[in-house]
């Protein structure tokens, strides 16, 4: 059992960068791979960015490469996103996630854990 909390969201203008927080409860978080996905009003949740637990692949959503990084620190139980020139298009509610899943974690279906969720709003 996994659980995860975000932080970090919040209201930004276009071009400003925020980083987001997931700390996660536990002491299996190293074997899990990392996700991060967003969800916009009247929009499905779509996928953002993930990290495996050995940090050997990082996926990204065409949407975010280049602007977006994610990263982990297995002794701290937390990931992060960094977000630089954002976009009023990015804004939404930002949920980390956690998955067993061995391969390509870019699928929101994989994912077994998911956190509240933290919005991020992007002024234009």
């Known amino acids: 059992q996994v659980q995860l909390v975000e932080s970090g969201g919040g209201l930004v203008q276009a071009g400003g960068s925020l980083r987001l927080s997931c700390a996660a409860s536990?002491?299996?978080?190293?074997?899990?791979?990392m996700g991060w996905f967003r969800q916009a009003p009247g929009k499905e949740r779509e996928f953002v960015a993930a990290?495996?637990?050995?940090?050997?692949?990082?996926y990204y959503a065409d949407s975010v490469k280049g602007r977006f990084t994610i990263s982990r620190d297995n002794a701290k139980n937390t990931v992060y996103l960094q977000m630089n020139n954002l976009k009023p298009e990015d804004t939404a509610v930002y949920y980390c996630?956690?998955?067993?899943?061995?391969?390509?974690?870019?699928?929101?279906?994989?994912?077994?854990?998911w956190g509240q969720g933290t919005q991020v709003t992007v002024s234009s």
């Open positions: 536990g002491r299996t978080f190293s074997t899990y791979a």
């Open positions: 990290i495996t637990l050995t940090v050997r692949s990082i």
């Open positions: 996630a956690a998955t067993s899943f061995r391969g390509d974690v870019s699928q929101r279906g994989l994912y077994d854990y």
